[in-house]
């Protein structure tokens, strides 16, 4: 690795370069484009960002969960660079070639289930989602979908509306696609129950009824759900949520798709999200880290759903571009070959447990959940479970000054998220967390007298 592995801050952060570019941005680039820093970077790997003013950020972010193996992981960039010396594009529906063939082989072979499966590869999250809709519509000869609050399942028509959260999202974007049916989720922190004890069997019921009451399982074509929520807060649902839901479309012929876009590829702590609960989706979606960065995604189901598709159906231009597929090929191996799925769960350990020392001396933060390196804490007022964005936000902004790339999320954008490369050091966490840890002590002045005289606890 040639980035030096540490924390630098040479220029207050964003720096003069950064500023400059910023400015310069406003005149080319439309506002509607968020950035969560305003700092411009040059170069990354490992588990560091250096931006254009020489100051070397701590990632816990990986471009949103999609540098699980770094930013410039080497087999990644050797594949990459062959592949581009022997062709760009072709085409997989004018004249297929290779390595799409091996990572739909790769993709059948590392999701959940053994039953016989096939892969059809595209470019973004959104655009799988989409599709994995058209198999389920066309093998069923249904047309209603199911998403569930807090759910994020993309940026285009379709998916916006199957995304829960107005802005930013779908705000002043409708009409939205028809024959979208929104149930309730499991979410554990605010879904206790009369004892407080979440049940997921109880939540999944509750769906359920919704369900047949709203929609009618003869109408249902597919049910389509993230196992652990990214956008919408990292909610992790109760137990045995995710199994009563697909065996209840199991048992009506409802097509069960997992997305896992955000959740996929060991960083979870195991190679796909589904298999903490045992389930084996019919479809699943994967994009984000499986490629490095480079822009790929994919529907992986069950042959059956999968081939009742009539022959040009499916596809995209792009769809499978041979430069995403060697990305993705070397991606898997650098995933399996360096155990990176016990590295998810070495790292998620560490987070966890620095996080919950922090929580237990400030109650600000209501929860600290997730699993292996997707973690997050979602923050609420003293003595209360109403969220608190604006903490999130102090704390966020501080963060980023002292050079650790945070993300928030969550439906009140209340959740700060942790989702570091897998080839981050200990070192780089644990100061991360420092840095958090005194982020916190400084934020919202007389915040600590408040903490000494609150008795209530949450979560
Ligand atoms: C990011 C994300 C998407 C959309 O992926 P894009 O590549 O941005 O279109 C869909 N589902 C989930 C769960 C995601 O996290």
Request: glycine share 10%; charged share 20%.
């Given at each position: ?290 490629a490095a960065g480079l822009p790929l995604s994919a529907v992986t189901g069950r042959a059956e759903l999968m081939d009742a598709v009539h022959v040009g159906g ?15 090929l070397a991606a898997i191996d650098t995933i399996e070959t360096d155990g990176l799925v016990e590295r998810a769960q070495e790292i998620g350990a560490l987070l ?24 997050a804490v979602e923050l609420v007022r003293l003595g209360t479970l109403e969220p608190d964005p604006a903490l999130a936000r102090e704390v966020a902004a501080a ?61």
């Amino acid at each position: 690795m040639s980035i030096d592995q540490s924390r630098l801050l040479r220029t207050a952060v964003p720096g003069p370069r950064s500023v400059a570019l910023t400015e310069r941005r406003r005149a080319a680039v439309p506002a509607g484009v968020g950035s969560t820093m305003p700092v411009w970077a040059v170069e990354a790997g490992g588990g560091i960002v250096v931006d254009v003013d020489g100051n070397r950020l701590i990632d816990l972010g990986s471009g949103i969960a999609v540098t699980t193996v770094g930013a410039s992981a080497p087999r990644v960039v050797a594949a990459v660079r062959e592949q581009l010396e022997s062709f760009t594009h072709t085409c997989f529906m004018v004249t297929p070639y290779e390595p799409y063939l091996a990572v739909a082989e790769a993709l059948n072979r590392l999701t959940p289930g053994d039953h016989d499966k096939r892969t059809v590869l595209f470019n973004s999250g959104a655009e799988a989602v989409e599709n994995a809709i058209k198999i389920a519509r066309s093998a069923t000869g249904r047309t209603a979908v199911v998403a569930f609050d807090h759910a994020y399942h993309g940026r285009t028509n379709l998916t916006m509306a199957l995304t829960a959260k107005n802005l930013p999202y779908k705000h002043g974007f409708g009409p939205f696609a028809s024959e979208v049916y929104r149930a309730p989720m499991s979410y554990p922190l605010r879904d206790g129950g009369i004892d407080g004890t979440p049940d997921g069997a109880a939540a999944a019921a509750r769906a359920i009824d919704l369900i047949d009451k709203r929609v009618g399982s003869d109408n249902l074509a597919a049910l389509v759900i993230e196992p652990i929520q990214g956008e919408g807060g990292f909610i992790v649902p109760a137990p045995g949520f995710l199994a009563a839901l697909a065996q209840w479309c199991r048992d009506h012929g409802v097509v069960f798709i997992a997305d896992e876009v955000q959740t996929g590829f060991a960083r979870t702590g195991a190679m796909f999200a589904c298999e903490h609960e045992g389930v084996v989706p019919d479809l699943i979606v994967t994009a984000k880290g499986i490629a490095a960065g480079l822009p790929l995604s994919a529907v992986t189901g069950r042959a059956e759903l999968m081939d009742a598709v009539h022959v040009g159906g499916l596809g995209g231009t792009y769809g499978g571009n041979p430069l995403a597929c060697a990305a993705a090929l070397a991606a898997i191996d650098t995933i399996e070959t360096d155990g990176l799925v016990e590295r998810a769960q070495e790292i998620g350990a560490l987070l966890v447990d620095r996080l919950t020392a922090l929580a237990s001396v400030d109650p600000r933060i209501g929860q600290v959940r997730g699993r292996g390196a997707m973690i997050a804490v979602e923050l609420v007022r003293l003595g209360t479970l109403e969220p608190d964005p604006a903490l999130a936000r102090e704390v966020a902004a501080a963060a980023h000054r002292q050079g650790v790339i945070v993300l928030t999320c969550g439906t009140w954008g209340n959740v700060l998220r942790f989702l570091p490369p897998l080839t981050i050091s200990d070192a780089l966490v644990h100061d991360a967390m420092d840095v958090l840890e005194s982020v916190f002590a400084d934020a919202a002045p007389g915040a600590g007298a408040r903490i000494a005289r609150a008795t209530a606890s949450v979560g």
